[in-house]
């Protein structure tokens, strides 16, 4: 019987995992089929009955579920435990279960990021953004072995109980938080490294990062957004017009991908074919990271 795989979110329609991950079930021999559904919040919890219903073997999940289901799980893996959140849910035996690849699939993509564009060692980041993805990035950055860091975000109470939240589970040490105003008198000396976890909205009201002359000791821009016409987001058309190296999150998209492929089918995920239906569709070229 053919088996039903998905992504569950609120837009999903945009989402491009259906066409990597399509791929990735076609050229592994497995008959699945992995189709988007849109769920709104205030139907999630009949949402996920239906999907237990349907027999649907494993989904991921996008804005704005992952906090949701990272509680209607029945068990977690460690990561998914540290962050508070879920992309991949696999259905088990003894219940649902839940696993975060968007941490390694970040750790996986900056590291290559930082060996191939960066080539010196990074000492000092700045995070900007404190939502869900800035989650995932914070703890990334401690399994990478970074406890000081800066976080910069419009509102300063979110930033703060993300770092409270980390703190407590003695993740964290040295981290100074700012909003926008504080940043754009702040003395950034020492910072080598910027990752954007902002949405794009962030960027149509000009954010005062992009007026930012002083930049100087800063090494690479890596940013989680994307543009699928291969042009470079606002972000990093400002670290390139700085003549810093930049990298933007599509490999961390395929990467988290082909991680919550793994999951559920225990292979090993076909990432170069996955990253070839990427640029089919994006014309944007992707190098897979393994
Ligand atoms: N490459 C990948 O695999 C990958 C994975 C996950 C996410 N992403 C991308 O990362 C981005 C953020 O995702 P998320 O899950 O973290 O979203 P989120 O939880 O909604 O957080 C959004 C962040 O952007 C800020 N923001 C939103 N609108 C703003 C505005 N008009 N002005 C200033 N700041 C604004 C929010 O600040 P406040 O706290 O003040 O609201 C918050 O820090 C998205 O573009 C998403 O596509 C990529």
């Known amino acids: 019987m053919k088996r039903l795989y998905g992504i569950i979110g609120f837009p999903v329609a945009h989402s491009?995992?259906?066409?990597?991950?399509?791929t990735a079930f076609d050229l592994s021999g497995l008959d699945a089929a992995y189709v988007p559904f849109a769920i709104p919040p205030e139907s999630l919890q009949e949402g996920l009955k239906a999907l237990d219903l349907l027999g649907v073997s494993g989904f991921n999940v996008t804005l704005p579920h992952k906090e949701a289901v990272f509680s209607w799980v029945?068990?977690?893996?460690?990561?998914?435990?540290?962050?508070?959140?879920?992309?991949t849910v696999v259905r088990r035996t003894e219940g649902w279960f839940g696993a975060n690849t968007d941490?390694?699939?970040?750790?996986?993509?900056?590291k290559c990021f930082l060996e191939r564009s960066v080539g010196s060692e990074i000492k000092y980041p700045?995070?900007?953004?404190?939502g869900g993805s800035a989650r995932s990035v914070?703890?990334?950055?401690?399994?990478?072995?970074?406890?000081?860091?800066?976080?910069?975000?419009?509102?300063?109470g979110r930033?703060?109980?993300?770092?409270?939240?980390?703190?407590?589970?003695?993740?964290?040490?040295?981290?100074?938080?700012?909003?926008?105003?504080?940043?754009?008198?702040?003395?950034?000396?020492?910072?080598?490294?910027?990752?954007?976890?902002?949405?794009?909205d962030a960027f149509r009201e000009r954010f005062s990062l992009l007026d930012r002359t002083d930049l100087v000791g800063v090494k690479g821009f890596y940013d989680l957004?994307?543009?699928?016409?291969?042009?470079?987001?606002?972000?990093?058309?400002?670290?390139?017009?700085?003549g810093i190296p930049v990298e933007?999150?599509?490999?961390?998209?395929?990467?988290?991908?082909?991680?919550?492929?793994?999951?559920?089918?225990?292979?090993?995920?076909?990432?170069?074919e996955m990253a070839d239906s990427l640029y089919r569709r994006t014309v944007k070229k992707v190098t897979p990271l393994q």
């Open 16 to 22: 491009l995992s259906p066409v990597f991950q399509q």
């Open 74 to 87: 029945n068990d977690l893996d460690p990561i998914a435990r540290k962050v508070g959140s879920v992309n």
């Open 103 to 110: 941490v390694p699939g970040f750790c996986s993509a900056l």
């Open 126 to 130: 700045l995070v900007l953004g404190a």
């Open 138 to 156: 914070v703890t990334g950055l401690c399994e990478m072995g970074f406890s000081s860091f800066t976080i910069v975000n419009r509102s300063r």
């Open 159 to 200: 930033a703060e109980s993300l770092v409270e939240c980390f703190r407590r589970n003695g993740m964290i040490h040295a981290v100074e938080v700012l909003d926008f105003e504080e940043f754009s008198r702040w003395d950034p000396n020492g910072i080598d490294l910027v990752i954007n976890t902002l949405s794009r």
């Open 225 to 242: 957004s994307y543009e699928l016409d291969g042009s470079l987001t606002p972000f990093l058309k400002k670290g390139e017009k700085d």
């Open 248 to 272: 933007d999150g599509i490999g961390m998209l395929l990467e988290q991908g082909a991680l919550s492929f793994e999951w559920w089918t225990g292979l090993q995920a076909p990432r170069r």
